[in-house]
T-cell receptor, first 111, second 115 residues
Framework: KQEVTQIPAALSVPEGENLVLNCSFT??????LQWFRQDPGKGLTSLLL?????REQTSGRLNASLDKSSGRSTLYIAASQPGDSATYLC??????????FGPGTRLSVLP | SAVISQKPSRDICQRGTSLTIQCQVD?????MFWYRQQPGQSLTLIAT?????????ESGFVIDKFPISRPNLTFSTLTVSNMSPEDSSIYLC????????????FGPGTRLTVT
């Protein structure tokens, strides 16, 4: 059974810092991995999708990498801004199975 | 991508009553899902809404408590029946499209409080 963990659970940084969020999964036979952002009390916004054959994806200040063999993905946020404050969730999808979500990392970027 | 709306956005309900949540998509989609997010927790899949047939429920969720309808390829409803305070959660609808299989898009969620 797939299990997804995220480290750290919470992170507080000053504005302008570069930061890394980590996602680990136990079953490496994934089809893809998706990173989401969730603002308090709101739905999820898709940030990046990485297919199992890809190593990384980039969108603006965000870069997500995937290492299937070690069961890890990282989300790199460059030059963080207060507007980046949110909870970041990763979710993995194994072949023929539903998405499994991690518990999330709660990020606060201080002005 | 897909644009998803949910109604209501939030509600406060009394114990023992039922609430039906609607999910509307702006285009035809292949898969529709319903998730629950309890306070401070991550997302848990309730069921996959199948068009024209009964929903497929995950372990721990039953049709009598969470009846689901999906009459067409753009609309689904989730009912939370005989509510208790433990049902207080955010309920989220998500979809996969034919153009982007295995990539999920989420609605804004319905915040339910049961008193």
């Amino acid at each position: 059974k797939q299990e997804v963990t995220q480290i750290p659970a919470a992170l507080s940084v000053p504005e302008g810092e570069n930061l890394v969020l980590n996602c680990s999964f136990t079953d490496s036979a994934i089809y893809n991995l998706q990173w989401f952002r969730q603002d308090p009390g709101k739905g999820l916004t898709s940030l990046l999708l990485i297919q199992s054959s890809q190593r990384e994806q980039t969108s603006g200040r965000l870069n997500a990498s995937l290492d299937k063999s070690s069961g890890r993905s990282t989300l790199y946020i460059a030059a963080s801004q207060p507007g980046d404050s949110a909870t970041y969730l990763c979710a993995v999808n194994n072949y023929g199975q539903n998405f499994v979500f991690g518990p999330g990392t709660r990020l606060s970027v201080l002005p | 991508s897909a644009v998803i709306s949910q109604k209501p956005s939030r509600d406060i309900c009394q114990r023992g009553t039922s609430l039906t949540i609607q999910c509307q998509v702006d285009s035809q989609v292949t898969m529709m899902f319903w998730y629950r997010q309890q306070p401070g927790q991550s997302l848990t899949l309730i069921a996959t809404a199948n068009q024209g047939s009964e929903a497929t429920y995950e372990s721990g969720f039953v049709i009598d408590k969470f009846p689901i309808s999906r009459p067409n390829l753009t609309f689904s409803t989730l009912t939370v029946s005989n509510m208790s305070p433990e049902d207080s959660s955010i309920y989220l609808c998500s979809v996969e499209t034919r153009d982007t299989p295995y990539e999920q898009y989420f609605g804004p969620g319905t915040r339910l409080t049961v008193t």
